[in-house]
């Protein structure tokens, strides 16, 4: 492998029933930034699918100067292998320098099998991506390498943070963690240079047969674009209690999510749930209310500009991550705190 | 029919995590289990072993005490049990693990290979694709049900995503990683912990492993290098106030929302 003949970022564009990812306009934008520190500063928006084409300017809007398009009927609804075959092709035939994927259900079926069939190696779920030297300092035992992606990554659910390279192998890949980068301002009729390529597709073994696709009522809203969540745990109580958060959402016009416990309890559904197993989200203000504060659940929101965390328990973990705490009944703070709050607003206006 | 499931020893982060006075984390004072995702695979495999008597062999990739886990899977009801250990494997990354455990799998007979979603130290959902893909295998992630059709060697399973499932079939020999959502493990039985501690582990090292380079094992044999680990210090203390009463509550957060500008 000549490591010189790979060049330039390339995202893979996540779209699902013909409608992109929001995962596919946040990778272009870390993509545009990383490639300003790169002698290569194209960006590669890679779209897999079937009847694709009308994204391309969508994509080009929001950063990628190319789209290489995969259009095959194979390709309609993700299985793992015709989608492998399709970016492994392209891998081979454009010779990326940098691919990221969404760290999506997709992405995180798609990416390891497609370094595993290319070689390389791909770091999970970063949150952080930059250029740099590699080893970070000058070694005396071994050579430094420019420009590399460091990759970072959050581990033991957010308990330690790793930077990872990957020096010797081409592309250098990493899943992205939704919600974390962030997109540009979409410039309005922007083009990109539309590339189409189709490696052809041939059934075999691995070929998997999809027999039904039964999507679950998502009407909620998306807790990872909110500005303010007001967020709840056990110590709600009740799914019918969560109105209070409900309205104090309302009032702040912010969001409603939860905890782990909360979606387990069957009080909300599970695409309001913050935390490992949830959605990350780093809104600029975090209600944590009767949330005691698993670091799994830490994990998902600790990046938020401020968090303020209302808990009867004194010693609740989720105090050690607040800006601000507040030792006190949910049920009686809650309630006064809307109250006062639409008072403070209405006198503003 | 065979089942080879794929399991890994990890800290315990669920009786919360332990830090030391710096505020980095005490991995000593965790206890060692079964990663939950994989139990649940195992647990998916009993349950074929229930229904048609599938032989169940449990694997798993580490240091000798990850014999434990073996054990554990013994006194659940696996048969069979295999430790691949060597110094050679330390310091892998994904790539170099799944390339050491599919040059184990290249030595058994299986029709369904389990492995867990992810492991809850490394987090990464990697390894059991990647086995998938070093051995050619169809590969259905995120299950959270499966069915076993054994006459028509098929598999179907309900496959998640953020807002859907797929039912998804794919024929035999395949790989399948499953959700701690799949099912509830059962308990190790009495008479299973007894045999727990009678039958063999197999042992196998380096020179065991069927049709790997050595240029794809261990450290050196791992194209992700770290170039800085830590532990993540703990964010500094915030404040922490408990108001005598709710209206105190109520003026100390809206004096913070109007410093911070948002109300």
Known sequence: MSLEEYKGVFIFAQQVDNELSS????????????????????????????????????LAEYGADRVIVVDDPALKDYRTEPYTHALASVIDEFKPEILLVGATAIGRDLGPRVSSRVHTGLTADCTSLDIGDFPLEPSPVRETK???????????????????????????MATVRPGVMQKIDPIKGAKAEVVEFNPGFEENDCYTEILKIVKEASSVADIQAAKILVSGGRGVGSAENFKILDDLAEALGGTVSCSRAVVDSGWKPKDLQVGQTGKTVRPQLYFAIGISGAIQHVAGMEESDIIIAINKDENAPIFDVADYGVVGDLNKIVPALTKKIKEALAAKN | MKVVVCIKQVPDTKGGVKFKPDGTLDRGAMLAIMNPDDKAGLEAALRLKDQYGAEVTVLTMGLPKADAVLREAFAMGADKAILVTDRVLGG??????????AGALRNLEYDLIITGRQAIDGDTAQVGPQISEHLHLPVISYAEEIKVDEKARTVEVKRQFEDRYHIVK??????????????????????????????????????????????????????????????????????????DSAEEAVDYIVGKLTEKHVI
Not at chain 2, 92 to 101: L, Q, R
Request: charged share 25%.
């Open chain 1, 23 to 58: 995962i596919a306009l946040e990778l272009l934008g870390k993509a545009k930034s990383l490639a300003e520190d790169l002698d290569e500063k194209k960006v590669t928006a890679v779209l897999l699918g079937s009847d694709v084409k009308g994204l391309v300017d969508k």
């Open chain 1, 146 to 172: 420019h420009k590399q992606l460091l990759m970072t990554r959050p581990a033991f659910g957010g308990n330690t943070i790793a930077t990872i390279a990957c020096p010797d192998f081409r592309p250098q």
């Open chain 2, 92 to 101: 892998a990354d994904t790539w170099a693990t799944s390339s050491t455990i």
């Open chain 2, 170 to 243: 794919a024929k035999m020999p395949c790989l399948v990683t499953a959700l701690s959502e799949l099912n509830e493990p059962r308990y190790m039985t009495p008479g299973g912990i007894f045999d727990a501690f009678e039958k063999e582990v197999t042992v196998w090292g380096r020179a065991d492993l069927k049709d790997v380079d050595d240029s794809n094992l261990g450290l050196k044999g791992s194209p992700t290098q770290i170039a800085k680990a830590s532990d993540k210090v703990k964010k500094g203390q915030g404040e922490k106030v408990a108001p």
